[in-house]
């Protein structure tokens, strides 16, 4: 069994940072592509950005390009996602996923003045 716990979220003022985390745990048998992805209120689940296994970016979303980085661990079940210049078109649930096999539960990220 694997699981994904994200953690970081919260409520910030337009124009803030936020930093989330996720940690994969369990009967993890390699090293995958990790994931954020978030789905904001009446909308599609989307992807946000990725990284290999190496840890390098493979995929950041136009939307959040110059604003938010992904970044992994050197124990490569770790990642993060800094979120800087946070605008209120932000505000979603943000998910982590391990080679799109696997979900956590999300955290709550609001942007609000």
């Known amino acids: 069994q694997v699981q994904l716990v994200e953690s970081g979220g919260g409520l910030v003022q337009p124009g803030g940072s936020l930093r989330l985390s996720c940690v994969a745990s369990?009967?993890?048998?390699?090293?995958?592509?990790m994931s954020w992805y978030r789905q904001a209120p009446t909308k599609q689940r989307e992807m946000v950005a990725q990284?290999?296994?190496?840890?390098?970016?493979?995929y950041v979303a136009d939307s959040v390009k110059g604003r938010f980085t992904i970044s992994r661990d050197s124990n490569k079940n770790t990642i993060h996602l800094i979120m800087n210049s946070l605008k209120p078109e932000d505000t979603a649930v943000y998910y982590c996923?391990?080679?799109?096999?696997?979900w956590g539960r999300g955290t709550q990220v609001t942007v609000s003045a």
């Open positions: 996923n391990l080679h799109s096999n696997y």
């Open positions: 369990g009967r993890i048998f390699g090293i995958y592509d």
């Open positions: 990284v290999d296994s190496l840890g390098t970016t493979t």
